[in-house]
């Protein structure tokens, strides 16, 4: 299965700690997404990338947010000193052309619990 | 901030009955895209609907999209238990690069 792949699935981790989420983009796209779901809620759009340039990033993402494409394969999103209010599902998604006029490609999605 | 708005929040029905569930939004769009999602999984891509199209059908899908009135209906016809999920709609406004997306609609299809 070459689909967009996301890794952990689940973390639980305490207040205060750092976390780290890897997002696998299906490999010959070009645009990365990454947004943020809570419970009953639609996706929260959180930055995106073009290749590895970040070309936006929500207000949502506060400085304790950092996420990297250094190659424009893979990616990850770091969340510094976490909060219980990080806790959420964490989504990725890619796309393969330079306008969003194609669907975009959804993981499965990371589930951060902050205890 | 959303862009789309669905309507409406919930929805349960009996299987068989056909499932209409709309959305609004606010800002000219290039196109809209319809997702499911199920409970606590990813979001899949249901159709694409462009800004210059009226309607668009996909097996037992059914898409409206009304550019004057920034509304669209999405439809599902004959429903099964399967059918089960959220369903979100998704714009991709002019000059911005990325979906935005509504609250959903969560439907219920009972056997």
């Known amino acids: 299965d070459t689909g967009v792949s996301q890794n952990p699935r689940h973390k639980i981790t305490k207040r205060g700690q750092n976390v780290t989420f890897r997002c696998d983009p299906i490999?010959?796209?070009?645009?990365l997404y990454w947004y943020r779901q809570t419970l009953g809620q639609g996706p929260e759009f959180l930055t995106y990338?073009?290749?590895?340039?970040?070309?936006?990033k929500s207000r949502l993402l506060s400085d304790r947010f950092s996420a990297e494409r250094p190659k424009g394969s893979f990616s990850t999103l770091e969340i510094q000193r976490t909060e219980q209010g990080d806790s959420a599902m964490y989504l990725c998604?890619?796309?393969?052309?330079?306008?969003?006029?194609?669907?975009?490609?959804f993981g499965q999605g990371t589930r951060l619990t902050v205890v | 901030s959303q862009q789309g708005e669905e309507d409406p929040q919930a929805l349960s029905i009996q299987e068989g009955e056909n499932a209409t569930m709309n959305c609004s939004y606010k800002?000219?769009?290039?196109?809209l895209q319809w997702y499911r999602q199920n409970s606590g999984r990813g979001l899949v891509h249901l159709i694409l609907?462009?800004?210059?199209?009226r309607e668009k059908h996909s097996g037992r899908l059914r898409v409206t999209l009304d550019t004057s009135k920034k509304s669209s209906s999405l439809l599902i016809t004959a429903s099964r238990a399967a059918d089960t999920a959220s369903y979100f709609c998704?714009?991709?406004?002019?000059?911005?690069?990325?979906?935005?997306f509504g609250q959903g609609t969560r439907l219920t299809i009972n056997p």
């Open positions: 998604a890619s796309s393969k052309t330079q306008r969003l006029n194609t669907e975009a490609f």
């Open positions: 990338f073009q290749n590895e340039a970040q070309l936006e």
């Open positions: 609907i462009r800004s210059n199209e």
């Open positions: 490999s010959e796209h070009n645009r």
């Open positions: 800002t000219s769009i290039n196109n």
């Open positions: 998704a714009t991709d406004a002019e000059g911005a690069q990325k979906l935005v």
